[in-house]
Structure formats: structure tokens, C-alpha cells
């Protein structure tokens, strides 16, 4: 049994990569898939969940009650955390060879909160556990985006303590040309910076992105596309790879 | 005249804190004070707004549309980028000495989307910009969390260009200790991760976390509290320094 967690900023497309990477799942390797939804937002999910976090609370019914829907959204992960215990036990109790597990629409309400990393404290006592965090193209096509986006999959390792392979979906539109045009020239942010302000901040910060420079030359980052289904073996095996904890990739 | 941009994750205090500061720069410094609302999902601010996003668009009218509450986030923001022009150009024509901009409940829709760096690129070339990164103490006061609320300002550094200010709010509640205690001790976490993986990434990561700890001995961080108006002209100091562009800190 395999847990995989699906995470990343809002609109980057969780929900259907979990859906595209379950299906994929089910029919290339004949494998028992179960999908859990953690989202007390979604309205509609393409997949039938075998858990929905919608059963303790709904972001809908907390604004019916008169608040906003950030409000809403905040006071909805509050009530999850409290119930974490029973929510990771059901997922626990489910019966698959993989769960596929799909986060708020928000990711700041899972990953800058209490309830990512209790949750996935949680699920991992009893079953391997990789999170697998989704770059938004949309966001990595400027070089400010870019750095941010490989910094994000290295805060869900510090914030979750599992292993995390990245993604960067979407692969079907054109702003992937943008991404990789801009990984070869990550340095040019350095200068941009440098050139602004001085100081040990700016020290700092120059010495921040050589290491986001590092980084990109070091982590293998897949292409994947819900709507076409690229990239669906590679993110297999690059789960498979980080469950082996061998820490170099292949 | 100068913008203030109040920036943090869900609940860490953005609009209370706005508000907070606005009146102690009206009631200390006798200044001339406008609040300004780009938040298109909240639903009453203890200001009053001189200019309010809402006039173009909230997040209740989309979810009338029949957008489910994350959707509808994201269409807002996405109709709020098509207007930044006109939005930018309202609240140059204000006439105060300060602008307090509160930013959406929802951080990434303004810091991992195009509206917070296209918004600040605008108002920046007409008034001098900074921005008061928002720490909560609630995502502060673990290891992982620390590192994190350290990253975060890093990052919007990064995203919008502007200098950066950080404040841990809500120092009237006693996690406020725990988040000192850490500050002390963010080698731990370094310890803990190194302990459980090898390889290229862990030792990226661990270099990270070296210069997080690094970055925390070097920035001055000042602690506020709407509730009890602690900290209001450490702040004020603050964003003059920030303004001077010394990089180095008195």
C-alpha cells in the first residue's frame, strides 16, 4: 500500500493530475486505486471518492452560517485538524494498492497549517508515504515564478517529512517552452538582484538562488499533462525512485 | 507618499494589522492615511477602504455564478489581472501620505500568481513601495514551521521586487515564546533531516537550512499585536530603514 499525496498552489490542476495519474494506474498496471479528497472547497471531483473529507466539514455550509470564504476556508482546516485522527484512520482502513490523495484547492491551508503535516505524521506511521508537489507552469514562466516554484517542493519536504518528486504540469500548453528556457538562465535573477540593493541581505540572497540554480541542474522534474496523459510512467517511476530512498536519482 | 503592502498566509492577521498601523501613523505621526482593500473575498474590513477591489469583482458573485469557493478565488484574481492598470492607477490618485494595500486572505493568489508582482511593478513606479511580510505565530512555533515563515519573506522578496519587511504578529499570544526558543535552535531541524535521507538533495537541503538560520540571525524581525498595539513603531523604523536601501540593519 502506497500513499501519494498530490500538492501545490492553487489552479496548478491536483485534482485532475490525481485523476489522469489514477486511471493511468488502474489501467497500465491493473492496479486498486483509491482517491480520498481532503478539499472541503470542491464542488464537483472527476473521480468517485473513497473518502471525502466533505463528509466532517464543507466550506459552503460554514459561509451559510454567515462567514466569508476565506473565513470559511480557514475555520474548515481548523475543524479537519481537530479530526485528524479519524480522518487518516478511514484512509488508513481503506483497502488498495495505492491512495491517491488530493489536497485543498489552496495549498496555504495544508501546507502553512497545522493540517498537512499532522495528516501526513499520521498516514505514514502505518504506510509509505511521497508527496508529489505540482509545478504550475503558469507561475514558473517568469524567473521570479521559476525560483519559486523549486523552492516550494523543497519547503514540502521541510514542512511534511516525506520524501516529494515535482512535476511541472500542464505540459500541453506553451508556457512549458517558457520554463525551460528560463531554468538555463536562473543566474540571470542572481544579477538582477545583486544590482538593486547591496548588503548582507542581498549576500544572502544571491547565495539563496545559487543553490535554487543548484538544485534545478540536480532534482529530475517531469513533464505531465492530464489532458494528453503525458508523463504518467515517468511520475511512476520517479515515486518509485524516491520510495527507494537511495537519494541519487537513475 | 508611500505604499505599504501587508502581506502573510491565511489568518496570520493581514487586515487587523493594516488597520492597526494606519492608526498609529494617524493618531502618532498626524499623517494622512488611506486603507486600501484588494481583497475580492472578505466581507467587512474595520477600515474604510478609499479604493475596495471589490468594485470590480467578489468572490460571492462568482460563487452566485456557480463557482465552488477555490474556483471562484482564482477567477477573481485572474479578473483582477486583467484590471491592474486601472487598479493601480485608482490608488495612485489618492492623495495621502501613506497607502496601506491589505492583499487577499489567501496568499498565493496574490504572491504565486501574476496579480501580486504585476500590481506592485505598477504602483512602484509612481511612489516608493515596501512590504510588511506578516509571520503568524501559529505556523512559527514548530522547527519546520520557523524555517518556513523564513522562506516565505525570502520569497516575496523575490516575487515582488520590493524591500521587505518582516513582523511576527499576534505577540500578545503565548506561542510567541515558542517561536523565540526555535530561533535559537533551527540546527535541529537540520540534524533531523540529515538523519533520515542521503544523498545530493539532503545535502542541498541542509545548506538551506544553514542559510535560513543564517538569514535569521541577520534580519531583525519585530513583533506586533493588533489586540494590544505592541510593536507598531518598531515597525515604522523598520520600513525606514528599509527605504534608506542601506541593506544594512542599526
Same mark, same amino acid.
Given at each position: 500500500m502506497l500513499? !501519494?499525496?498530490?500538492?501545490?498552489?492553487a489552479g496548478c490542476g491536483k485534482t485532475s493530475l490525481t485523476y489522469a495519474f489514477g486511471k493511468w494506474l488502474e489501467n497500465e498496471l491493473d492496479a486498486n486505486t483509491s482517491y480520498v479528497n481532503l478539499d472541503p472547497g470542491v464542488y464537483i471531483t472527476p473521480y468517485n471518492p473513497s473518502y471525502d473529507v466533505r463528509e466532517i466539514i464543507t466550506v459552503d455550509e460554514l459561509m451559510k452560517?454567515?462567514?466569508?470564504?476565506?473565513?470559511?476556508? #480557514? %475555520?474548515?482546516?481548523? !475543524?479537519?485538524?481537530?479530526?485528524?485522527? *479519524? #480522518? /487518516? &484512520?478511514?484512509?488508513?482502513?481503506? %483497502?488498495?494498492?495505492f491512495k491517491l490523495i488530493d489536497t485543498p484547492g489552496q495549498m496555504e491551508l495544508f501546507l502553512f497549517r497545522p493540517m498537512g503535516p499532522r495528516f501526513i505524521e499520521e498516514i505514514a506511521k502505518h504506510s509509505p508515504t511521497v508527496s508529489?508537489?505540482?509545478?504550475?507552469?503558469?507561475?514558473?514562466?517568469?524567473?521570479?515564478?521559476?525560483?519559486?516554484? =523549486?523552492?516550494?517542493?523543497? !519547503?514540502? %519536504?521541510? %514542512?511534511?517529512?516525506?520524501?516529494?518528486?515535482?512535476v511541472i504540469n500542464k505540459a500541453d500548453l506553451p508556457e512549458i517552452y517558457k520554463v525551460e528556457e528560463?531554468?538555463?538562465?536562473?543566474?540571470?535573477?542572481?544579477?538582477?538582484?545583486? /544590482?538593486?540593493? &547591496?548588503?548582507? !541581505? #542581498?549576500?544572502?540572497?544571491? &547565495?539563496?538562488?545559487? =543553490?535554487?540554480?543548484?538544485?534545478?541542474?540536480?532534482?529530475?522534474?517531469?513533464?505531465?499533462?492530464?489532458?494528453?496523459?503525458?508523463?504518467? /510512467?515517468?511520475?511512476?517511476?520517479?515515486?518509485? *525512485?524516491?520510495? $527507494? *530512498? $537511495?537519494?541519487?536519482?537513475?
Amino acid at each position: 500500500m502506497l500513499n !501519494i499525496v498530490f500538492i501545490g498552489t492553487a489552479g496548478c490542476g491536483k485534482t485532475s493530475l490525481t485523476y489522469a495519474f489514477g486511471k493511468w494506474l488502474e489501467n497500465e498496471l491493473d492496479a486498486n486505486t483509491s482517491y480520498v479528497n481532503l478539499d472541503p472547497g470542491v464542488y464537483i471531483t472527476p473521480y468517485n471518492p473513497s473518502y471525502d473529507v466533505r463528509e466532517i466539514i464543507t466550506v459552503d455550509e460554514l459561509m451559510k452560517r454567515g462567514l466569508g470564504p476565506n473565513g470559511a476556508m #480557514v %475555520r474548515a482546516a481548523e !475543524i479537519i485538524e481537530e479530526k485528524i485522527f *479519524e #480522518v /487518516s &484512520r478511514k484512509i488508513h482502513d481503506l %483497502r488498495s494498492d495505492f491512495k491517491l490523495i488530493d489536497t485543498p484547492g489552496q495549498m496555504e491551508l495544508f501546507l502553512f497549517r497545522p493540517m498537512g503535516p499532522r495528516f501526513i505524521e499520521e498516514i505514514a506511521k502505518h504506510s509509505p508515504t511521497v508527496s508529489v508537489y505540482i509545478i504550475d507552469p503558469a507561475l514558473a514562466s517568469t524567473l521570479s515564478g521559476l525560483a519559486t516554484s =523549486l523552492l516550494l517542493p523543497m !519547503i514540502t %519536504r521541510l %514542512r511534511l517529512g516525506v520524501p516529494v518528486v515535482s512535476v511541472i504540469n500542464k505540459a500541453d500548453l506553451p508556457e512549458i517552452y517558457k520554463v525551460e528556457e528560463f531554468s538555463k538562465n536562473l543566474h540571470d535573477l542572481e544579477k538582477e538582484m545583486i /544590482s538593486e540593493e &547591496r548588503g548582507l !541581505i #542581498v549576500d544572502l540572497a544571491s &547565495r539563496f538562488l545559487e =543553490l535554487i540554480e543548484e538544485f534545478s541542474k540536480t532534482i529530475r522534474i517531469v513533464k505531465t499533462s492530464a489532458k494528453t496523459g503525458e508523463g504518467m /510512467s515517468d511520475l511512476y517511476t520517479l515515486i518509485h *525512485e524516491a520510495l $527507494c *530512498e $537511495c537519494g541519487d536519482l537513475m
